[in-house]
């Protein structure tokens, strides 16, 4: 039988919430593919219920075939102890290739192992670059790119910055988003938001704001953490907000004895909500304010305006196109641009190329010809690859 014909094996690596949208349409189209063998590991990054068990139940994410259990702890620790856990599964998992997501700490954990195993790495959402060497996810993005084998991008700029750094173009591919092949898929079933609202005794809060928060540089200083706690009770004078807090929020704000300032019955504090609960939300919102990066994009998606509140963005085609603003963290000027949305209802935007739904298609059908004809060549050239080491 010829190589070509084979069943390979995709070993797809999720770890953190951002992670789960993501994976559930490269799942579905991996399975859909003939000829591919798609295999999902946990890395246990986040284990919280809130943070974990209703994205797999809401996005119909199969159940992992490994769990590496890792938790939380220092960026060095958790990111040793994926290397360390994942490293025997590679080993007895045996896949053709890795297949990694986004820029979490369980992303370049797992892209490490493999590529120093030799087996080629697939990052989807690469070359997504803030240039700002202070966040993790930056680190994360450009070391996982360079010993990405296969990189699919979610936007053009994104492989201008590859090229850039050196990666050879030829290994680029740019197929869409599939953080929105997953809203375009559940948007009509969200939840709406009155329902998820009512859990938290308000049924009457439209028109509102929607506000998360989590970046390390927002909620780990008081300082700023306070600021940001301020202009978002100002702005609440104009317009009801609704808050899901993080964990690392949430234990922020009660470290720094900052909850009182959010005891108003026109900021409504949830915990974290699952995905549909949260598209259910954000599709009703006045504007959303926000530091996360898919956030950014699912309100380009949805034409909702969104404000970031952050000094730069990786993403840079939410702003040129999409809903976005990146107002910095400057509470005057965050307030002006929130007062300026709601009097004026802020950027209309269009949806960039490929968000459309289609994209974990793409990844599948390049995937499973790049490793066809990786196959024959290994046919051709017996491989030293898989040794080892
Ligand atoms: C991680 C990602 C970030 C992503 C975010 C989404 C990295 C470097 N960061 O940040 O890019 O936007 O996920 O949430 O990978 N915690 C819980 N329960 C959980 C998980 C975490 O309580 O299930 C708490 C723990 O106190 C933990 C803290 O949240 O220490 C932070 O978790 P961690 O995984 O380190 O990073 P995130 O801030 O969630």
Wanted: with cysteine.
């Amino acid at each position: 039988m010829l190589m070509q014909d084979q069943t390979h094996t995709v070993l797809c690596v999720v770890g953190a919430r951002p992670n789960f949208m993501k994976i559930a349409p490269i799942m579905r189209a991996l399975h859909a593919h003939g000829g591919l063998r798609p295999r999902l590991l946990h890395t246990g990054q986040h284990y919280d219920d809130d943070m974990k068990r209703s994205f797999f139940e809401q996005l119909s994410i199969p159940q992992p075939d490994v769990d590496l259990g890792v938790g939380s702890g220092s960026h060095a620790v958790q990111t040793a102890e994926v290397m360390r856990r994942f490293e025997p599964v590679l080993d007895s998992e045996n896949p053709d290739v890795v297949l990694v997501v986004g820029d979490v700490n369980s992303t370049i954990a797992c892209a490490l192992v493999a590529v120093k195993k030799q087996v080629p790495v697939v990052h989807v959402e690469a070359g997504l670059r803030s240039f700002d060497r202070s966040m993790p996810e930056e680190i994360n993005r450009v070391l996982t790119d360079q010993i990405s084998d296969v990189l699919f991008t979610t936007e053009r700029s994104a492989k201008i910055n590859l090229v850039h750094e050196g990666v050879a173009p030829e290994r680029i591919h740019f197929v869409g988003n599939v953080m929105i092949d997953t809203l375009l898929h559940h948007v009509e079933r969200a939840i709406p938001a009155a329902h998820t609202l009512q859990d938290y005794g308000n049924t009457a809060l439209e028109p509102y704001g929607v506000v998360t928060l989590h970046r390390p540089s927002n909620v780990d200083d008081p300082h700023m953490l306070r600021q940001l706690l301020e202009v978002l009770r100002q702005a609440s004078d104009r317009l009801p907000l609704v808050f899901p807090l993080h964990p690392r929020t949430r234990a922020r704000i009660e470290e720094a004895g900052l909850l009182r300032m959010l005891d108003t019955p026109r900021i409504s504090i949830t915990r974290p909500l699952g995905y549909l609960e949260m598209l259910g939300i954000m599709v009703r919102a006045t504007l959303v304010l926000t530091d996360s990066g898919g956030i950014q994009e699912e309100t380009t998606a949805l034409g909702v305006p969104c404000l970031t509140l952050r000094e730069n963005t990786e993403r840079p085609i939410t702003v040129e196109q999409g809903t976005n603003t990146v107002v910095g963290t400057d509470p005057q000027r965050i307030y002006r641009a929130f007062t300026d949305i709601i009097e004026d209802g802020g950027k209309a935007g269009c949806v960039p190329e490929l968000w459309d739904g289609k994209a974990a298609q793409r990844i599948a059908t390049t995937l499973s010809a790049w490793l066809a004809a990786r196959a024959a060549q290994d046919q051709q050239v017996p491989s030293k690859r898989k040794v080892n080491i």
